[in-house]
């Protein structure tokens, strides 16, 4: 069975940095693409950052510069390192793997910044 688990949300003043992380089982090349997503209150899920099995990483521009999306084989990891965070990340961020036309969801996990 395909399960990934997020941790590393908080609570982080303006400017600030959080690391994500999203343990995928049994293995992160399980899934033909990892990826993180967020969805603020009134709003829609979008995507923030995604990783292909192949390793290409590509991001949505409100977040260019500011945040990498990163993956580690030995642990089964994908990060999403969070700088200069701004009060409009403030979300609940959702890992998300796909993998032979099934995608598989987090429980979410909450990153608030203050101003």
């Known amino acids: 069975q395909l399960v990934v688990v997020e941790s590393g949300g908080g609570l982080v003043q303006a400017g600030g940095s959080l690391r994500l992380s999203c343990a995928a089982s049994?293995?992160?090349?399980?899934?033909?693409?990892m990826g993180w997503y967020r969805q603020a209150p009134g709003n829609e899920r979008e995507l923030v950052a995604r990783i292909t099995w192949g390793g290409f990483a590509n991001y949505a521009d409100s977040v260019k510069d500011r945040f990498t999306i990163s993956r580690d084989s030995a642990s089964n990891t994908v990060y999403l390192q969070m700088n200069s965070l701004k009060p409009e990340d403030t979300a609940v961020y959702y890992c998300?793997?796909?993998?032979?036309?099934?995608?598989?969801w987090g429980q979410g996990t909450q990153v608030t910044v203050s101003s």
């Open positions: 049994p293995s992160i090349f399980s899934f033909s693409a």
């Open positions: 998300r793997g796909s993998a032979r036309g099934t995608v598989y």
